[in-house]
């Protein structure tokens, strides 16, 4: 029961940090775009990253991360496998809080599986390590920000060509960004379609889910021509207003993609916190058996919602405002092709396997559109801040669970 207990308190310590760091992939950009203002964009981030975590985070999640250990090592050892989660939740989550206080965009799952190696390689095996995947992770911290950048790129460049540097970009926003949000819809469909929505009883094939997809694309499409048909503008010829009109047709698409990002964010991130949680719950509930999964207990999803809604909400300012006002500037058409960029790579990831960070998906996605504006754009002593901090996520996490772990064994005298 203690053990238990204390894997829920450094559980909810965990989700407390994804949500004060990792909300910001949502809603960075809209607060940057001024679409949403920052007390806004918490409050739309709590319902969705809640609706998320709790609606389609799954019902049955894997006990080891991505797979990045070997559960064989354990057998003999359950008491270490328990401890080494709970000091890998403790370390993860601590590292976290500390980020977002200095307002760095770090990775949660680097983070999390960071700390698990750690533990594993000093306290266990070294063999015990699926090093090649650690190799996929660190090489993916290249991959992924170039792959949403070039997408973002491309969308922006698209959006400049097809509307703002045309005669009339007002009529010409009013034709297309009802594709733009159908083609939003699409994505972001996918990217909770995919992450799974058995937790609510809805298990689709792999068509079924496409043709949802586009269902909801057709809906939104059309939901959106109806509301941009109703909006007012500022009737003028003057360029500068006709491109306020035109990013005020944005500004809704900016609060439609950030509801559905921080939705797929809360159903899928919320698993770096209830993943080691739940392997610590099934092993001790099981008398020492480990399993490749466990079905959650009732308890557990709601703990990780609520951690990540609070954390959201006393720390989620520092890295909005990274993101969204200290990378580039941004306006809602710019900040619209950086989201949905980002979902897009989160999409491909999905289906080729890439393991995947949404903060570095996002921050990559900003730097292609401030590199379409020129380097000049953007602000390099940041981007090197935020480098730096994603190269020393893995060993802070491995350092801090490594000293947590020995001091748990110690604790509980545990050889």
Do not use: C
């Given at each position: 029961m203690i053990l238990i207990i204390m894997a829920a308190v450094v559980g909810f310590i965990m989700a407390w940090g994804i949500g004060a760091n990792d909300v910001a992939n949502a809603m960075g950009t809209s607060v940057g775009s001024k679409a949403l203002t920052i007390k806004q964009a918490i409050f739309i981030a709590m319902i969705f990253e809640f609706a998320g975590a709790y609606l389609a985070g799954g019902e049955v999640t894997s006990t080891i991360r991505k797979g990045i250990i070997d559960p064989l090592y354990f057998t003999e050892r359950p008491d270490l496998l328990v401890?080494?989660?709970i000091a890998s939740l403790l370390a993860a989550g601590i590292w976290l809080g500390l980020a977002s206080w200095l307002g760095w965009p770090v990775s949660t799952t680097h983070s999390i599986i960071g700390a698990i190696i750690?533990?594993?390689?000093?306290?266990?095996?070294?063999?015990?390590?699926?090093?090649?995947?650690?190799?996929?992770?660190?090489?993916?911290?290249?991959?992924?920000?170039?792959?949403?950048?070039?997408?973002?790129?491309?969308?922006?460049?698209?959006?400049?060509?097809?509307?703002?540097?045309?005669?009339?970009?007002?009529?010409?926003?009013?034709?297309?960004?009802?594709?733009?949000?159908?083609?939003?819809?699409?994505?972001?469909?996918?990217?909770?379609?995919?992450?799974?929505?058995?937790?609510?009883?809805?298990?689709?094939?792999?068509?079924?889910?496409?043709?949802?997809?586009?269902?909801?694309?057709?809906?939104?499409?059309?939901?959106?021509?109806?509301?941009?048909?109703?909006?007012?503008?500022?009737?003028?010829?003057?360029?500068?207003?006709?491109?306020?009109?035109?990013?005020?047709?944005f500004a809704i698409l900016m609060v439609v993609t950030a509801c559905c990002m921080a939705f797929?964010?809360?159903?899928?991130?919320?698993?770096?916190?209830?993943?080691?949680?739940?392997?610590?719950?099934?092993?001790?509930?099981?008398?020492?058996?480990i399993n490749a999964s466990s079905t959650l207990a009732p308890w557990i999803l709601p703990l990780g919602g609520l951690g990540i809604v609070a954390g959201l909400a006393l720390f989620g300012h520092r890295v909005i405002k990274t993101i969204g006002q200290g990378i580039t500037h941004l306006t809602p058409s710019r900040g619209f092709a950086a989201e949905l960029a980002a979902a897009c790579t989160v999409v491909i990831a999905s289906g080729t396997g890439l393991p995947i960070s949404t903060t570095q998906t996002l921050v990559g996605a900003v730097l292609g559109v401030g590199m379409a504006r020129g380097v000049s754009a953007l602000n390099l002593g940041i981007v090197r801040n935020i480098v730096v901090s994603w190269v020393i996520t893995l060993p802070a996490g491995a350092i801090l669970s490594i000293i947590f772990f020995f001091m748990l064994k110690g604790v509980f005298g545990v050889a």
């Open positions: 401890l080494g989660m750690g533990f594993t390689a000093t306290g266990v095996s070294m063999d015990a390590v699926s090093w090649d995947k650690v190799g996929g992770i660190v090489g993916s911290w290249i991959v992924t920000p170039a792959i949403s950048g070039v997408i973002a790129y491309l969308i922006f460049m698209s959006a400049q060509k097809l509307i703002f540097s045309t005669p009339t970009p007002l009529a010409n926003a009013k034709r297309y960004v009802p594709f733009y949000m159908g083609l939003a819809g699409f994505v972001m469909s996918l990217v909770t379609i995919k992450k799974g929505l058995t937790h609510i009883g809805l298990t689709l094939s792999p068509v079924g889910g496409y043709l949802l997809a586009i269902g909801i694309a057709v809906l939104l499409g059309i939901m959106g021509k109806w509301l941009i048909g109703r909006m007012s503008y500022t009737q003028s010829h003057d360029a500068d207003l006709q491109t306020a009109n035109v990013e005020k047709v797929a964010h809360g159903s899928n991130d919320v698993a770096n916190a209830i993943g080691p949680l739940a392997a610590v719950v099934s092993v001790v509930s099981s008398g020492g058996q």
